[in-house]
């Protein structure tokens, strides 16, 4: 009987091995571009030029915000988070809002200003009281005002906010042409908000309601 193993191939299981390794990497590929999507053009977000953080005790219930004016006269408040150059991260409502369906969601009260351009003029800064949920105390408020290009702490004030409706003046600073920051002053007075005490029907909390219009400031 003739031998024919001579006649045997290889190339079947070699096409096969081949064709298994064009379906990983294609499957690879796949798996990267979901992974890290690529960047649509015109929807990167600038870089932060500076950065206002508003911190207060992680156990408060204070509903506490911050408002900015900028030198065009727009304010950015948690009823506008985005006007052009800043944009606010969240609007935190204290505590209270750290939880859903009982499960801990969040544990530091916190809001944070970023500021993407800054404008030729001067920016003035408040914070204001919107509800304490609860027996009202002294609470103390860290606001801090740095520039992001050098890492640079401009500043940093303490204030204490016990009073539902409670504004707080925390700081002005001019802008130059050239985007930066040339001068400070903690000891500004004035005010942002225009407080309407209006009894709320939800929860039986009357929280009020907030119009922005700036006043007091020259």
């Known amino acids: 009987m003739r031998n024919n193993k001579r006649y045997l191939t290889t190339f079947g299981f070699i096409d096969l091995l081949f064709n298994m390794l064009v379906g990983f990497v294609f499957m690879f590929f ?23 953080v508003i911190n207060w005790p992680d156990d408060s219930k204070y509903d506490i915000d911050v408002w900015v004016r900028d030198p065009n006269g727009q304010i950015l408040s948690f009823t ?45 800064v408040t914070l204001h009281l919107y509800a ?34 409670q504004e707080q003046s925390i700081v002005s600073f001019k802008a130059s042409s050239t985007q930066q920051i040339t001068k400070v002053d903690w000891d500004w007075v004035g005010t942002i908000v225009d407080w309407k005490g209006v009894a709320s029907t939800q929860q039986g909390v009357n929280e009020g ?3 922005g219009t700036m006043r007091n400031i020259p």
């Open 30 to 52: 796949i798996a990267y571009i979901l992974i890290n999507p690529i960047a649509d053009d015109g929807k990167v977000d600038p870089p932060d030029i500076a950065l206002l």
């Open 80 to 124: 506008n988070k985005t006007i052009p150059g800043m944009h606010l991260e969240k609007d935190d409502l204290g505590a209270q809002s750290d939880t859903f369906a009982g499960k801990l969601l969040a544990i530091k009260n916190q809001e944070v200003v970023h500021i993407t351009h800054m404008h030729e003029g001067t920016y003035y």
């Open 132 to 165: 304490t949920h609860g027996k009202a105390d002294r609470q103390k408020v860290t606001v801090e005002l740095m520039t992001i290009k050098n890492f640079r702490k401009v500043g940093i004030k303490e204030v204490i906010m016990s009073e539902k409706g």
């Open 209 to 211: 309601s907030r119009v």
